[in-house]
Protein backbone atom coordinates (compact mmCIF):
# COMPACT_ATOMS: atom_id res chain seq x y z
CA UNK A 1 0.00 0.00 0.00
CA UNK A 2 0.92 3.61 -0.55
CA UNK A 3 2.47 5.22 2.50
CA UNK A 4 1.08 8.14 4.79
CA UNK A 5 3.49 10.82 2.70
CA UNK A 6 3.36 9.34 -0.98
CA UNK A 7 -0.40 10.07 -0.04
CA UNK A 8 -0.14 12.71 0.92
CA UNK A 9 1.90 14.54 -1.20
CA UNK A 10 -0.40 12.30 -4.59
CA UNK A 11 -3.23 14.78 -2.67
CA UNK A 12 -0.91 17.94 -2.78
CA UNK A 13 -0.30 17.21 -6.61
CA UNK A 14 -3.80 16.55 -7.15
CA UNK A 15 -6.52 18.73 -8.34
CA UNK A 16 -8.66 17.66 -4.91
CA UNK A 17 -10.19 21.27 -3.08
CA UNK A 18 -7.84 22.99 -1.26
CA UNK A 19 -8.15 25.87 1.49
CA UNK A 20 -5.34 27.99 3.10
CA UNK A 21 -5.80 28.49 6.33
CA UNK A 22 -3.97 31.75 8.36
CA UNK A 23 -4.46 32.78 12.03
CA UNK A 24 -6.80 36.42 11.96
CA UNK A 25 -7.49 35.86 8.28
CA UNK A 26 -10.99 33.76 9.27
CA UNK A 27 -13.16 37.25 7.83
CA UNK A 28 -11.84 36.89 4.47
CA UNK A 29 -14.39 35.38 1.33
CA UNK A 30 -13.23 31.54 1.02
CA UNK A 31 -12.55 31.80 -2.23
CA UNK A 32 -9.61 34.09 -1.77
CA UNK A 33 -7.85 31.73 -0.13
CA UNK A 34 -8.11 28.89 -2.07
CA UNK A 35 -4.38 28.86 -4.11
CA UNK A 36 -4.69 28.54 -7.78
CA UNK A 37 -2.15 25.93 -8.41
CA UNK A 38 0.15 23.94 -6.03
CA UNK A 39 3.54 21.90 -6.26
CA UNK A 40 6.02 20.72 -3.27
CA UNK A 41 9.05 21.54 -3.91
CA UNK A 42 12.52 19.49 -3.82
CA UNK A 43 12.90 20.38 -0.07
CA UNK A 44 9.44 19.03 0.47
CA UNK A 45 7.81 22.21 1.07
CA UNK A 46 4.74 23.86 -0.84
CA UNK A 47 4.29 26.29 -3.41
CA UNK A 48 0.97 28.17 -3.41
CA UNK A 49 -0.34 30.75 -6.24
CA UNK A 50 -2.35 33.19 -5.35
CA UNK A 51 -3.89 36.70 -6.61
CA UNK A 52 -1.28 39.13 -6.10
CA UNK A 53 -4.29 41.12 -4.24
CA UNK A 54 -5.60 38.29 -2.08
CA UNK A 55 -5.37 38.48 1.87
CA UNK A 56 -3.02 35.68 2.27
CA UNK A 57 -0.77 37.16 -0.04
CA UNK A 58 -0.60 40.47 2.03
CA UNK A 59 -0.46 38.56 5.18
CA UNK A 60 2.78 37.17 3.55
CA UNK A 61 4.33 39.85 2.26
CA UNK A 62 4.17 41.97 5.55
CA UNK A 63 4.96 39.15 7.72
CA UNK A 64 8.91 38.71 8.85
CA UNK A 65 10.38 35.97 7.87
CA UNK A 66 9.09 32.14 9.50
CA UNK A 67 6.56 34.26 11.38
CA UNK A 68 3.29 33.91 9.71
CA UNK A 69 1.71 30.12 10.89
CA UNK A 70 -1.22 28.50 8.13
CA UNK A 71 -2.72 24.92 7.34
CA UNK A 72 -2.92 23.71 3.87
CA UNK A 73 -6.46 21.63 4.81
CA UNK A 74 -7.12 19.48 1.80
CA UNK A 75 -10.52 17.67 0.62
CA UNK A 76 -10.83 14.59 -1.61
CA UNK A 77 -14.25 13.57 -2.74
CA UNK A 78 -14.52 10.92 -5.72
CA UNK A 79 -15.09 12.21 -9.32
CA UNK A 80 -18.41 9.53 -9.39
CA UNK A 81 -21.51 9.55 -7.63
CA UNK A 82 -21.48 7.57 -4.86
CA UNK A 83 -22.48 7.12 -0.61
CA UNK A 84 -20.21 9.29 1.28
CA UNK A 85 -18.24 10.62 -1.74
CA UNK A 86 -15.29 12.12 0.67
CA UNK A 87 -12.42 9.54 0.18
CA UNK A 88 -9.97 11.43 2.75
CA UNK A 89 -8.32 14.70 4.24
CA UNK A 90 -4.89 16.05 4.06
CA UNK A 91 -3.64 19.06 6.12
CA UNK A 92 0.00 20.17 5.70
CA UNK A 93 1.17 23.23 8.17
CA UNK A 94 3.86 25.18 8.41
CA UNK A 95 5.05 28.80 8.25
CA UNK A 96 4.17 31.27 5.39
CA UNK A 97 6.19 33.23 3.32
CA UNK A 98 6.16 35.24 0.19
CA UNK A 99 8.42 34.76 -3.00
CA UNK A 100 8.42 37.29 -5.49
CA UNK A 101 9.25 36.68 -9.29
CA UNK A 102 8.74 33.35 -9.04
CA UNK A 103 5.04 33.21 -11.06
CA UNK A 104 3.15 35.99 -13.86
CA UNK A 105 1.96 39.08 -13.59
CA UNK A 106 -0.82 39.70 -11.07
CA UNK A 107 -0.20 36.49 -9.04
CA UNK A 108 2.28 35.81 -6.24
CA UNK A 109 3.88 32.77 -5.20
CA UNK A 110 4.25 31.82 -1.61
CA UNK A 111 5.96 29.35 0.11
CA UNK A 112 4.81 27.21 3.25
CA UNK A 113 7.76 25.53 4.61
CA UNK A 114 6.42 22.24 5.97
CA UNK A 115 6.55 21.48 9.92
CA UNK A 116 4.29 18.42 9.79
CA UNK A 117 1.36 16.89 8.11
CA UNK A 118 -1.18 15.11 8.73
CA UNK A 119 -3.47 12.26 6.07
CA UNK A 120 -7.14 10.53 7.05
CA UNK A 121 -8.36 8.58 3.83
CA UNK A 122 -9.18 5.00 2.67
CA UNK A 123 -6.13 3.61 3.73
CA UNK A 124 -6.50 4.87 7.32
CA UNK A 125 -4.73 7.87 8.85
CA UNK A 126 -1.10 8.48 9.85
CA UNK A 127 1.06 11.32 10.48
CA UNK A 128 4.12 12.69 7.94
CA UNK A 129 7.45 14.44 8.68
CA UNK A 130 8.69 17.12 6.16
CA UNK A 131 11.34 14.48 5.20
CA UNK A 132 9.14 11.91 4.34
CA UNK A 133 7.33 14.24 2.37
CA UNK A 134 10.23 15.62 0.78
CA UNK A 135 11.01 11.81 -0.11
CA UNK A 136 8.14 10.67 -1.11
CA UNK A 137 6.59 10.55 -5.15
CA UNK A 138 2.96 11.26 -5.63
CA UNK A 139 1.26 7.83 -7.77
CA UNK A 140 1.53 7.95 -11.53
CA UNK A 141 -1.72 7.51 -12.18
CA UNK A 142 -2.84 10.45 -10.09
CA UNK A 143 -2.91 12.76 -12.88
CA UNK A 144 -5.49 10.49 -14.88
CA UNK A 145 -7.84 8.90 -11.34
CA UNK A 146 -10.86 11.32 -12.45
CA UNK A 147 -10.78 10.66 -15.89
CA UNK A 148 -10.14 6.95 -15.93
CA UNK A 149 -13.32 6.06 -12.47
CA UNK A 150 -15.61 8.34 -14.44
CA UNK A 151 -14.70 6.48 -17.78
CA UNK A 152 -15.13 3.11 -15.51
CA UNK A 153 -17.83 4.28 -14.27
CA UNK A 154 -19.90 4.96 -17.79
CA UNK A 155 -18.37 2.62 -20.50
CA UNK A 156 -17.91 -0.54 -18.09
CA UNK A 157 -20.53 -0.78 -15.74
CA UNK A 158 -21.58 -4.36 -16.68
CA UNK A 159 -17.74 -5.26 -16.20
CA UNK A 160 -17.07 -3.66 -12.94
CA UNK A 161 -20.44 -5.64 -11.69
CA UNK A 162 -18.69 -9.16 -12.31
CA UNK A 163 -16.50 -8.00 -10.16
CA UNK A 164 -18.99 -8.90 -7.29
CA UNK A 165 -18.19 -13.13 -8.14
CA UNK A 166 -14.78 -12.23 -6.76
CA UNK A 167 -16.08 -11.43 -3.27
CA UNK A 168 -17.98 -14.76 -2.69
CA UNK A 169 -20.87 -14.78 -0.15
CA UNK A 170 -19.69 -10.89 0.70
CA UNK A 171 -21.32 -9.86 -2.52
CA UNK A 172 -25.17 -10.61 -1.31
CA UNK A 173 -27.76 -8.68 -3.12
CA UNK A 174 -25.56 -5.34 -3.60
CA UNK A 175 -27.16 -3.50 -6.36
CA UNK A 176 -24.28 -1.85 -8.04
CA UNK A 177 -20.65 -1.58 -8.11
CA UNK A 178 -18.95 2.03 -8.43
CA UNK A 179 -15.22 2.77 -9.07
CA UNK A 180 -14.34 4.65 -5.77
CA UNK A 181 -10.43 4.68 -5.98
CA UNK A 182 -7.15 3.73 -8.58
CA UNK A 183 -3.89 4.28 -7.92
CA UNK A 184 -0.65 1.98 -8.86
CA UNK A 185 -1.12 -0.81 -6.57
CA UNK A 186 -4.87 -1.77 -7.76
CA UNK A 187 -9.01 -0.65 -8.14
CA UNK A 188 -11.05 0.52 -5.18
CA UNK A 189 -14.74 -0.01 -5.53
CA UNK A 190 -17.96 0.48 -3.46
CA UNK A 191 -20.75 -1.39 -3.53
CA UNK A 192 -24.27 -0.85 -2.88
CA UNK A 193 -27.35 -2.48 -2.38
CA UNK A 194 -28.48 -4.30 1.33
CA UNK A 195 -25.66 -2.96 2.62
CA UNK A 196 -22.97 -0.62 1.55
CA UNK A 197 -19.04 -1.83 1.70
CA UNK A 198 -15.33 -1.18 -0.10
CA UNK A 199 -13.82 -3.56 -1.64
CA UNK A 200 -10.13 -3.49 -2.66
CA UNK A 201 -8.61 -5.77 -6.01
CA UNK A 202 -4.86 -4.97 -6.25
CA UNK A 203 -3.01 -5.52 -9.11
CA UNK A 204 -0.60 -8.61 -10.05
CA UNK A 205 2.27 -5.99 -9.35
CA UNK A 206 2.25 -1.97 -9.13
CA UNK A 207 1.17 -0.15 -13.16
CA UNK A 208 4.01 2.34 -14.00
CA UNK A 209 1.54 4.18 -16.94
CA UNK A 210 -1.71 3.76 -18.76
CA UNK A 211 -0.98 1.15 -20.84
CA UNK A 212 0.66 -0.85 -18.06
CA UNK A 213 -3.14 -0.25 -16.17
CA UNK A 214 -4.94 -1.43 -19.28
CA UNK A 215 -3.52 -4.74 -19.17
CA UNK A 216 -3.29 -5.04 -15.49
CA UNK A 217 -7.65 -4.05 -15.73
CA UNK A 218 -7.94 -6.68 -18.82
CA UNK A 219 -6.60 -9.02 -16.19
CA UNK A 220 -8.37 -8.47 -13.42
CA UNK A 221 -12.11 -8.40 -15.85
CA UNK A 222 -11.02 -11.64 -17.14
CA UNK A 223 -10.41 -13.22 -13.62
CA UNK A 224 -13.98 -11.92 -12.43
CA UNK A 225 -15.73 -13.40 -15.89
Do not use: N
Amino acid sequence: MPSAAERTRTLVQSTCSAVLLVPGLEGAHPWQSVPEARTVGPEGDLFLEFLADAPVVRAATHAQDDELTAVLEITDVAPVSVPHRIRGRARVSGWLTSVPGMTRPGRMMLRLETAEAYVDDLWGAGGVEPEELKDAAADPLAVHETELLQHLHAAHGDQLRTLSTLLGERAGEQRDVVPLALDRFGLRVRCTGAECFDARFDFPEPVRDVTELRRAMHTLFEAAR
